[in-house]
């Protein structure tokens, strides 16, 4: 017989047919004493182990799954004879089974075999394919079965470097580019695997790839844990510059790689805050690698501090990858439940404002959204309890993201953004200061308040020369387009082509960016629409216009345009109600002068409640990137028509 635990637990006959080893329990009960190695576990360990709150019969339940599982692994043993495979010992229970009939146990000894000795590169090899998935995987929730998780992950990831090294060493190891590619994305911290992958590349005749598999090792090692390469790194990097044509194996003495910690998480988090771009794409597909090695590690704390580092400000309300989000969403969640309310305060508060800011309102619902508006209030509380003006400001960030819950609060996120401002200034945070001046921007702007909002995008221009914020001057540069918009309706102002010429340059610095999806687009069809109706135009029609997620809202609009008015009303008809996010005033706008040039009464009125509350700001204003009039002029004609229902 064999037992498996390196995937779901299982026992084999000898003839390779499976075990019936019971409920969960049972299982659970064997794979403890395979994690022991052979040692006793007391009676006491075991009910602790299964049990959270032990049950009053606890150890009666033990002793009947040991006796169900003697019977099951042992089923030809005579009755009244001493087992011999699951033991009783002392106070407890041991397993007597030699180790190569455990995987988990063949896998440790053949790492060990090959540590020492190269021509045992085969049995690792085995061992390694042996795996099925994660150790225990079906051992949910146990915090031994967490523990011993982390120290096989461990191990694999070693014997996985371990096996590339001892190929590369012998000769070969070309092939291995991509399983190394992979390795170094989802493990980037660990310095050995990006030197095995640039032998890797330098002995498939990619020199160029090699050296910039090195420089990016460099950036990531400085930039998110604040270390210089080792010297094998930087020994390597030395020798492909020079045009060697071999390259020697790393002097040093193989370890297991740097594994996570504080120090790693906290610069991650901090990686090109308000950066943009590919930059900080590359950085949250890193975090997001962070928070899922960490989880697997088994240790909450430490899965807690990896996703609350990440405390980079974030200003839009649409995610730019809401697929990525909702894991992170999720991971914090789980990390929440297990830290439990009596976890530290601190921990906490960074989960929730995590859940808070990742939560981003265009991509909620129903209880989604009621939870993160939830989460946000919470961790502002801890935050103001705990009087740490960092952790504070990112508590605020997400109550700034979950302040979209219906038109018409730019005045009370102009109040969030003047503390954050005024947080981040008096305790020396430069990006959440930027993040500040951002929020004022967008307030002032959707308040019509130009000059203040003027006056906040060049002091957010300023921090951004220190801090390195790229993406400030795109968005100042869009709001600026914005105020020529508004002024080209003013006697003696610029032309609609002067500020359509604005607004289209503000695109193309925006896309020069990158994957910045949840900003980019449909942003400029939208603001041309907005001119065109500032100017008494019917919308574009150009069939090139990217209209992105604002589709639904411009249709009616644009079939207008065309003559179509029957498509119009059915295109009124299927539009949604606005998502709660920067742009709910302007499209509610969209609905309202839709259904009024249609004569739909029902879709105004809908509109015209919607918009009462935001009478008095400007529609898309609080994008601080475009406009398209007063909110009361859309009011109006809205309720007009509403009126004549």
């Given at each position: 017989?064999?037992?498996?635990?390196?995937?779901?637990?299982?026992?084999?006959?000898?003839?390779?047919?499976?075990?019936?080893?019971?409920?969960p329990?049972?299982?659970?009960?064997l794979?403890?004493?395979?994690?022991a190695?052979?040692?006793?576990?007391?009676?006491?360990?075991?009910?602790?182990d299964?049990?959270?709150?032990?049950?009053?019969?606890a150890?009666?339940?033990l002793?009947?799954?040991?006796?169900?599982?003697?019977?099951?692994?042992?089923?030809?043993?005579?009755?009244?004879?001493?087992?011999?495979?699951?033991?009783?010992?002392?106070?407890g229970?041991?397993?007597?089974?030699?180790?190569?009939?455990?995987?988990?146990h063949?896998?440790?000894?053949?790492?060990?075999?090959?540590?020492?000795?190269?021509?045992?590169?085969?049995g690792?090899?085995?061992?390694?394919?042996?795996?099925?998935?994660?150790?225990?995987?079906?051992?949910?929730?146990?915090?031994?079965?967490?523990?011993?998780r982390?120290?096989?992950?461990?191990?694999?990831?070693?014997?996985?470097?371990?096996?590339?090294?001892?190929?590369?060493?012998?000769?070969?190891g070309?092939?291995?580019?991509?399983?190394?590619g992979?390795?170094?994305?989802?493990?980037?911290?660990?310095?050995?695997?990006?030197?095995?992958?640039?032998?890797a590349?330098?002995?498939?005749?990619?020199?160029?790839?090699?050296?910039?598999?090195?420089?990016r090792?460099?950036?990531?090692?400085?930039?998110?844990?604040?270390l210089?390469?080792?010297?094998?790194?930087?020994?390597?990097?030395?020798?492909?510059?020079?045009?060697?044509?071999?390259?020697?194996?790393?002097?040093?003495?193989?370890?297991?790689?740097?594994?996570?910690?504080?120090?790693?998480?906290?610069?991650?988090?901090?990686?090109?805050?308000?950066?943009?771009?590919d930059?900080?794409?590359?950085?949250?597909?890193?975090?997001?690698?962070?928070?899922?090695?960490?989880?697997?590690?088994?240790?909450?704390?430490?899965?807690?501090?990896?996703?609350g580092?990440?405390d980079?400000?974030?200003?839009?309300?649409?995610?730019?990858?809401?697929?990525q989000?909702?894991?992170?969403?999720?991971?914090?969640?789980?990390t929440?439940?297990?830290?439990?309310?009596?976890?530290?305060?601190?921990?906490?508060?960074?989960?929730?404002?995590t859940?808070?800011?990742?939560?981003?309102?265009?991509?909620?619902?129903?209880?989604?959204?009621?939870?993160?508006?939830?989460?946000?209030r919470?961790?502002?509380?801890?935050?103001?309890?705990?009087?740490?003006?960092?952790?504070?400001?990112?508590?605020?960030?997400?109550?700034?993201?979950?302040?979209?819950?219906?038109?018409?609060?730019?005045?009370?996120?102009?109040?969030?953004?003047?503390?954050?401002?005024?947080?981040?200034?008096?305790?020396?945070?430069?990006?959440?200061?930027?993040?500040g001046?951002?929020?004022?921007?967008?307030s002032?702007?959707?308040?019509?308040?130009?000059?203040?909002?003027?006056?906040?995008?060049?002091?957010?221009?300023?921090?951004?020369?220190?801090?390195?914020?790229?993406?400030?001057?795109?968005?100042?540069?869009?709001?600026?387009?914005?105020?020529?918009?508004?002024?080209?309706?003013?006697?003696?102002?610029?032309?609609?082509?002067?500020?359509?010429?604005?607004?289209?340059?503000?695109?193309?610095?925006?896309?020069g960016?990158?994957?910045?999806?949840?900003?980019?687009?449909?942003?400029?069809?939208?603001?041309?629409?907005?001119?065109?109706?500032?100017?008494?135009?019917?919308?574009?029609?150009?069939?090139?216009?990217?209209?992105?997620?604002?589709?639904?809202?411009?249709?009616?609009?644009?079939?207008?345009?065309?003559?179509?008015?029957?498509?119009?009303?059915?295109?009124?008809?299927?539009?949604?109600?606005?998502?709660?996010?920067?742009m709910?005033?302007?499209?509610?706008?969209?609905?309202?002068?839709?259904?009024?040039r249609?004569?739909?009464?029902?879709?105004a009125?809908?509109?015209?409640?919607?918009?009462?509350?935001?009478?008095?700001?400007?529609?898309?204003?609080?994008?601080?990137?475009?406009?398209?009039?007063?909110?009361?002029?859309?009011?109006?004609?809205?309720?007009?028509?509403?009126?004549?229902?």
């Amino acid at each position: 017989m064999r037992i498996d635990v390196l995937g779901a637990v299982r026992a084999l006959h000898d003839d390779g047919t499976p075990v019936d080893l019971g409920g969960p329990r049972h299982r659970e009960v064997l794979a403890r004493l395979v994690a022991a190695g052979g040692r006793m576990v007391a009676t006491d360990t075991l009910v602790a182990d299964l049990w959270a709150e032990p049950p009053v019969r606890a150890v009666g339940a033990l002793r009947t799954f040991v006796a169900a599982l003697r019977r099951a692994i042992e089923p030809g043993r005579p009755p009244r004879t001493p087992p011999r495979v699951l033991v009783t010992e002392g106070p407890g229970y041991a397993l007597r089974l030699p180790r190569a009939q455990v995987d988990a146990h063949r896998f440790e000894d053949a790492l060990a075999r090959a540590r020492r000795a190269p021509e045992a590169l085969a049995g690792l090899e085995a061992a390694l394919a042996a795996w099925r998935g994660p150790a225990y995987a079906d051992v949910t929730g146990s915090v031994w079965a967490q523990r011993e998780r982390a120290r096989l992950e461990e191990l694999r990831l070693e014997a996985t470097e371990l096996r590339a090294r001892l190929l590369l060493d012998s000769g070969s190891g070309a092939e291995l580019v991509a399983e190394l590619g992979a390795h170094v994305t989802e493990h980037p911290w660990r310095e050995p695997a990006w030197g095995l992958l640039a032998r890797a590349l330098h002995r498939a005749g990619r020199q160029a790839d090699a050296l910039a598999t090195l420089r990016r090792a460099r950036t990531m090692l400085v930039e998110q844990l604040g270390l210089d390469p080792g010297a094998d790194l930087r020994r390597l990097e030395a020798d492909i510059l020079q045009g060697a044509t071999t390259l020697p194996p790393a002097r040093t003495v193989w370890t297991a790689g740097v594994r996570l910690g504080p120090r790693t998480t906290v610069e991650l988090a901090r990686t090109l805050a308000l950066a943009g771009g590919d930059a900080l794409v590359h950085s949250r597909r890193d975090r997001l690698a962070a928070v899922e090695a960490a989880e697997r590690t088994g240790d909450i704390a430490l899965t807690a501090r990896v996703i609350g580092a990440y405390d980079v400000p974030a200003l839009w309300s649409r995610a730019d990858d809401p697929e990525q989000s909702r894991a992170v969403v999720a991971a914090a969640e789980r990390t929440l439940t297990a830290l439990g309310t009596d976890g530290p305060a601190e921990l906490r508060a960074r989960l929730l404002a995590t859940v808070a800011v990742e939560s981003r309102s265009a991509d909620l619902s129903g209880t989604g959204a009621e939870r993160a508006g939830q989460a946000a209030r919470e961790a502002e509380a801890l935050a103001r309890e705990l009087g740490d003006p960092a952790l504070l400001v990112f508590a605020l960030n997400g109550v700034f993201l979950q302040s979209f819950t219906r038109p018409g609060l730019a005045a009370a996120r102009d109040v969030i953004g003047a503390e954050i401002l005024g947080l981040a200034t008096r305790h020396e945070l430069p990006n959440f200061a930027v993040l500040g001046r951002l929020i004022r921007l967008q307030s002032a702007s959707a308040l019509g308040d130009l000059d203040a909002a003027s006056a906040h995008a060049r002091a957010a221009e300023r921090l951004a020369v220190s801090t390195e914020a790229s993406l400030v001057p795109v968005l100042t540069g869009w709001f600026r387009a914005r105020v020529t918009a508004a002024l080209s309706t003013e006697p003696g102002g610029p032309t609609a082509a002067t500020a359509a010429a604005h607004y289209r340059a503000a695109e193309d610095a925006l896309a020069g960016t990158a994957s910045m999806p949840g900003l980019h687009r449909g942003l400029f069809a939208l603001a041309l629409l907005g001119l065109r109706l500032l100017h008494g135009r019917p919308a574009p029609t150009d069939p090139g216009l990217d209209w992105g997620p604002y589709r639904p809202w411009a249709q009616p609009l644009v079939l207008l345009a065309r003559n179509r008015v029957e498509e119009a009303r059915t295109a009124l008809a299927a539009a949604p109600e606005p998502p709660l996010d920067h742009m709910q005033e302007a499209l509610w706008c969209l609905t309202a002068h839709a259904a009024a040039r249609l004569g739909e009464h029902p879709a105004a009125a809908r509109a015209a409640t919607a918009l009462r509350p935001a009478r008095t700001e400007h529609a898309g204003g609080a994008s601080g990137l475009l406009t398209l009039g007063p909110v009361a002029r859309y009011l109006t004609e809205a309720e007009a028509c509403a009126d004549q229902g």
